[in-house]
């Protein structure tokens, strides 16, 4: 028997692969459902009959609102519930039909929870809680040709209504609240996966959106609202800095009650902070953060831009702000009641999070005078997930490892998995920490597995009461695994496998690549002879990366390549992976034989240069310093006469030393600076070698000569800085050792010391985290640069 309590309404073109998810919730209570098409192509009229649906066919006329009307007066139902064809039911809604009874009669616009997917992996979720259930038959109706706006009664264009409910649902942009009393929160909880970028990929949304945009903005120009969404639509289409000129003219007209403004706000920051504008996003979210003081966004974001300004006690300071934010929440994870606060240091910073800082006041006010939202108005605002926990607990842990306080970003990583159990920065971040800290492969392993087991029973009891999409035993796993590979522990990563974690699923191409890393090469060669022999197609359909895997795994262990690898490269690549494969062939004497003109030989070098490169980099990822040395020596005999300036070896040096291997890279480099000149970026990473030895005069002269080659190095500008606070530190101290009461230089030292904590935040030095430090401590080939004139 259909209720008549509650019906759904929903507008749909072509969506036959996601109608069905959709419905499918709902099918248990026999609802009242009105869909309208606009033009379908496909199934999606037949999948709505099937479900019993009333379907009402009308043109497409580029205008959302016109189309969503259609069935508003249809309703025979109290209520109507607003989807979309790509949203679906995860929990709530048998508590929404025991809910709305009891909803008060003077209120008739309710709001509900949706989680906005905007990417794979967690975390990568947006939640808003948009106006979508009404009473019917009580004047509501919608306007505006995108972005439709919930109205009762007005005009036709909404003017007066214009910063009401805006259903607005994209990565950057999200319905907003109003105060709470006036629109309910009730149990419904959607999820919403339209704009992942998998699927704008495949479509015309951000297009379709963009032109509708403009003709409303035609019609009304300078509408804030339209223009908020127009650098909305930009940021999906990647035209960032066009996205910037709508955010800031949007940001200059918007009403400081325009509920959207928040959004606004936190999504101008990010694209400020994407474009590397730091000094204008600090501008923006020092005051704005204190205007919306509950919106975790704004100080996580703030905590961003504190860093690369290199303010990192600040930053610290913000993303615990964020923290606070969450309901409840005391200092301890409301998860573990066996945590304690975050101790330390660290929980001094927390308890100075309310006090005012000097650039958080806006310009002629004091702190007090700041706009703050009314203490009685609740935002519903729209928020990442995990930007009140996880994210920041992530990004202290991250902060107190870089300062050197191990045991407590140890702790501050597990307070993020005890809020979300498979964020997978927050189990990398342990396992990097831990090898830091000097704990052997197995004692990493010991300590995630043990981490793992104290959430997982947790989380999983949670989740069975609000959530049908479970997590499994084995997907748990996957993120302990990879945490204790990403560590730099490939056999111990591959002995889980083997003990704890047998069942869980691995692709095959991370555990080619971990056994490679492991320097297990026969297990290596037969795995990948059992997987992708000779008479099997599946090499074609490989990745490059993997297929550059399957070639160092035969030649690691002295073995030509497979014709079937060679088959499935590109056209123009075949030639050179025969060249390589007949230069890494020790019984052959390889020679290149010039044509009459040259071309083809000169075409296969080149493709085998550039294949090798690609080669290099994996042998070097993988730790086989030895083979790529050999492959080294080999294309460099044969590529030598056209690399008068040593481009080659300058690159191979790069990658060595971007993967830690800093001695190594470091003497090729020397190596090239007595055969020529060194180009910007060799002399930084040179200059940076020296300078962690504490040799800041020399370091200094190599980040000048960086500058010379390119006067916008912006790691070596930081550097020289460095450098020269280092060696006007030095003569303080040793000034002070003739006056040691002098307190002129006392003070001018507190200072300068200051001025260099600061100035080590910055992020100009190359990060190496944990299979890079192993890297440096292991023994590193010696790369000897070919004798050209040899």
Same mark, same amino acid.
């Given at each position: 028997?259909?209720?008549?309590? /509650?019906?759904?309404?929903?507008?749909?073109?072509?969506?036959?692969?996601?109608?069905?998810?959709?419905?499918?919730?709902?099918?248990?209570?026999?609802?009242?459902?009105?869909?309208?098409?606009?033009?379908?192509?496909?199934?999606?009229?037949?999948?709505?009959?099937?479900?019993?649906?009333?379907?009402?066919?009308?043109?497409?006329?580029?205008?959302?609102?016109?189309?969503?009307?259609?069935?508003?007066?249809?309703?025979?139902?109290?209520?109507?519930?607003?989807?979309?064809?790509?949203?679906?039911?995860?929990?709530?809604?048998?508590?929404?039909?025991?809910?709305?009874?009891?909803?008060?009669?003077?209120?008739?616009?309710?709001?509900?929870?949706?989680?906005?997917?905007?990417?794979?992996?967690?975390?990568?979720?947006?939640?808003?809680?948009? =106006?979508?259930?009404?009473?019917?038959?009580?004047?509501?109706?919608?306007?505006?040709?995108?972005?439709?706006?919930?109205?009762?009664?007005?005009?036709?264009?909404?003017?007066?209504?214009?910063?009401?409910?805006?259903?607005?649902?994209?990565?950057?942009?999200?319905?907003?609240?109003?105060?709470?009393?006036?629109?309910?929160?009730?149990?419904?909880?959607?999820?919403?996966?339209?704009?992942?970028?998998?699927?704008?990929?495949?479509?015309?949304?951000?297009?379709?959106?963009?032109?509708?945009?403009?003709?409303?903005?035609?019609?009304?120009?300078?509408?804030?609202?339209?223009?908020?969404?127009?650098?909305?639509?930009?940021?999906?289409?990647?035209?960032?800095?066009?996205?910037?000129?709508?955010?800031?003219?949007?940001?200059?007209?918007?009403?400081?009650?325009?509920?959207?403004?928040?959004?606004?706000?936190?999504?101008?920051?990010? =694209?400020?902070?994407?474009?590397?504008?730091?000094?204008?996003?600090?501008?923006?979210?020092?005051?704005?953060?204190?205007?919306?003081?509950?919106?975790?966004?704004?100080?996580?974001?703030?905590? &961003?831009?504190?860093?690369?300004?290199?303010?990192?006690?600040?930053?610290?300071?913000?993303?615990?702000?964020?923290? %606070?934010?969450?309901?409840?929440?005391?200092?301890?994870?409301?998860?573990?009641? %066996?945590?304690?606060?975050?101790?330390?240091?660290?929980?001094?910073?927390?308890?100075?999070?309310?006090?005012?800082?000097?650039?958080?006041?806006?310009?002629?006010?004091?702190?007090?005078?700041?706009?703050?939202?009314?203490?009685?108005?609740?935002?519903?605002?729209?928020?990442?997930?995990?930007?009140?926990?996880?994210?920041?607990?992530?990004?202290?842990?991250?902060?107190?490892?870089?300062?050197?306080?191990?045991?407590?970003?140890?702790?501050?990583?597990?307070?993020?998995?005890?809020?979300?159990?498979?964020?997978?920065?927050?189990?990398?971040?342990?396992?990097?920490?831990?090898?830091?800290?000097?704990?052997?492969?197995?004692?990493?392993?010991?300590?995630?597995?043990?981490?793992?087991?104290?959430?997982?029973?947790?989380?999983?009891?949670?989740?069975?009461?609000?959530?049908?999409?479970?997590?499994?035993?084995?997907?748990?796993?996957?993120?302990?695994?990879?945490?204790?590979?990403?560590?730099?522990?490939?056999?111990?990563?591959?002995? /889980?496998?083997?003990?704890?974690?047998?069942?869980?699923?691995?692709?095959?191409?991370?555990?080619?690549?971990?056994?490679?890393?492991? %320097?297990?090469?026969?297990?290596?060669?037969?795995?990948?002879?059992?997987?992708?022999?000779? &008479?099997?197609? &599946?090499?074609?359909?490989?990745?490059?990366?993997?297929?550059?895997?399957?070639?160092?795994?035969?030649?690691?262990?002295?073995?030509?390549?497979?014709?079937?690898?060679?088959?499935?490269?590109?056209?123009?690549?075949?030639?050179?992976?025969?060249?390589?494969?007949?230069?890494?062939?020790?019984?052959?004497?390889?020679?290149?034989?010039?044509?009459?003109?040259?071309?083809?030989?000169?075409?296969?070098?080149?493709?085998?240069?550039?294949?090798?490169?690609?080669?290099?980099?994996?042998?070097?990822?993988?730790?086989?310093?030895?083979?790529?040395?050999?492959?080294? &020596?080999?294309?460099?005999?044969?590529?030598?006469?056209?690399?008068?300036?040593?481009?080659?070896?300058?690159?191979?040096?790069? =990658?060595?030393?971007?993967?830690?291997?800093?001695?190594?890279?470091?003497?090729?480099?020397?190596?090239?600076?007595?055969?020529?000149?060194?180009?910007?970026?060799?002399?930084?990473?040179?200059?940076?070698?020296?300078?962690?030895?504490?040799?800041?005069?020399?370091?200094?002269?190599?980040?000048?000569?960086?500058?010379?080659?390119?006067?916008?190095?912006?790691?070596?500008?930081?550097?020289?800085?460095?450098?020269?606070?280092?060696?006007?530190?030095? =003569?303080?101290?040793?000034?002070?050792?003739?006056?040691?009461?002098?307190?002129?230089?006392?003070?001018?030292?507190?200072?300068?010391?200051?001025?260099?904590?600061?100035?080590?935040?910055?992020?100009?030095?190359?990060?190496?985290?944990?299979?890079?430090?192993?890297?440096?401590?292991?023994?590193?080939?010696?790369?000897?640069?070919?004798?050209?004139?040899?």
């Amino acid at each position: 028997m259909q209720n008549r309590l /509650l019906g759904i309404h929903m507008i749909v073109q072509n969506e036959e692969h996601h109608l069905a998810r959709c419905l499918d919730g709902f099918k248990s209570i026999g609802i009242e459902c009105f869909i309208t098409d606009t033009g379908s192509t496909d199934r999606t009229p037949a999948i709505a009959r099937h479900y019993g649906a009333t379907v009402l066919h009308t043109r497409w006329e580029d205008d959302f609102a016109h189309a969503r009307n259609i069935s508003l007066p249809l309703a025979s139902t109290e209520w109507i519930l607003c989807l979309d064809a790509d949203e679906y039911v995860i929990q709530g809604l048998e508590e929404l039909l025991d809910y709305l009874p009891k909803v008060h009669k003077g209120i008739s616009r309710l709001r509900i929870t949706i989680e906005n997917r905007i990417g794979e992996g967690a975390g990568e979720c947006v939640i808003f809680q948009p =106006v979508r259930l009404f009473r019917a038959h009580q004047g509501y109706r919608y306007v505006g040709r995108i972005h439709e706006q919930l109205v009762r009664g007005g005009t036709r264009d909404g003017r007066e209504q214009e910063d009401d409910d805006q259903d607005r649902k994209s990565s950057f942009t999200r319905e907003e609240g109003w105060i709470a009393d006036h629109e309910p929160l009730t149990p419904l909880r959607l999820v919403h996966d339209g704009y992942l970028p998998s699927t704008i990929a495949q479509g015309d949304k951000p297009l379709r959106n963009l032109k509708l945009l403009l003709r409303e903005l035609a019609d009304r120009p300078g509408q804030p609202f339209h223009l908020y969404n127009v650098g909305v639509t930009y940021c999906q289409l990647g035209h960032i800095e066009q996205a910037a000129e709508a955010f800031t003219e949007s940001f200059l007209h918007t009403p400081l009650h325009a509920p959207y403004r928040s959004t606004l706000v936190r999504d101008y920051a990010r =694209v400020l902070l994407t474009m590397g504008c730091y000094d204008e996003a600090h501008g923006l979210l020092a005051g704005e953060r204190q205007r919306y003081t509950g919106y975790a966004d704004l100080h996580l974001l703030y905590g &961003e831009v504190l860093e690369q300004q290199g303010l990192e006690e600040r930053a610290y300071k913000s993303y615990a702000r964020a923290v %606070n934010c969450r309901e409840g929440f005391s200092g301890a994870d409301p998860k573990d009641d %066996n945590k304690a606060e975050i101790r330390g240091i660290h929980q001094q910073v927390i308890e100075q999070t309310d006090k005012p800082e000097s650039d958080e006041l806006l310009v002629g006010k004091s702190f007090d005078d700041v706009h703050r939202e009314p203490a009685q108005m609740q935002r519903h605002y729209v928020t990442d997930t995990g930007c009140d926990s996880y994210k920041a607990y992530t990004a202290m842990g991250r902060l107190a490892q870089k300062r050197g306080f191990l045991q407590e970003s140890a702790h501050l990583y597990s307070l993020a998995l005890g809020s979300e159990i498979t964020y997978t920065p927050a189990w990398t971040g342990l396992a990097d920490v831990l090898q830091q800290s000097g704990e052997t492969d197995e004692s990493i392993a010991e300590t995630l597995l043990a981490r793992w087991k104290e959430h997982s029973e947790k989380d999983r009891s949670k989740k069975e009461d609000s959530d049908p999409r479970l997590i499994t035993y084995e997907d748990d796993l996957v993120h302990v695994v990879h945490a204790v590979a990403s560590s730099g522990a490939y056999g111990q990563a591959l002995n /889980l496998l083997h003990r704890d974690a047998r069942n869980t699923r691995i692709n095959h191409e991370d555990y080619l690549y971990w056994m490679l890393c492991a %320097n297990r090469i026969s297990d290596a060669l037969q795995y990948v002879q059992n997987l992708w022999s000779e &008479e099997r197609s &599946e090499v074609r359909n490989l990745p490059h990366e993997q297929r550059v895997d399957l070639a160092l795994t035969y030649w690691i262990n002295e073995l030509s390549i497979t014709e079937s690898v060679v088959a499935a490269a590109k056209p123009q690549e075949r030639e050179g992976w025969r060249l390589l494969n007949g230069l890494l062939e020790e019984e052959k004497q390889v020679h290149v034989k010039e044509d009459i003109d040259g071309k083809i030989d000169h075409q296969t070098r080149q493709a085998a240069v550039e294949l090798s490169k690609n080669v290099l980099i994996r042998a070097v990822q993988i730790r086989q310093l030895a083979f790529a040395k050999k492959l080294y &020596e080999k294309v460099s005999a044969i590529h030598s006469e056209h690399d008068g300036n040593g481009d080659y070896s300058r690159w191979l040096a790069a =990658v060595l030393y971007r993967q830690g291997y800093t001695m190594a890279a470091a003497e090729l480099l020397i190596q090239c600076m007595s055969q020529g000149d060194l180009d910007a970026e060799s002399l930084f990473y040179l200059g940076e070698a020296v300078y962690a030895k504490g040799h800041y005069d020399q370091a200094l002269i190599l980040f000048q000569q960086a500058l010379e080659k390119d006067s916008e190095q912006r790691q070596a500008r930081a550097g020289a800085a460095v450098c020269y606070m280092w060696l006007a530190l030095g =003569v303080i101290r040793q000034e002070l050792t003739r006056s040691p009461a002098e307190k002129v230089l006392i003070a001018q030292q507190t200072v300068l010391e200051q001025q260099l904590r600061t100035a080590e935040g910055l992020p100009w030095r190359t990060v190496f985290h944990a299979r890079e430090r192993r890297n440096q401590l292991a023994d590193q080939t010696h790369f000897t640069m070919h004798d050209r004139e040899g």
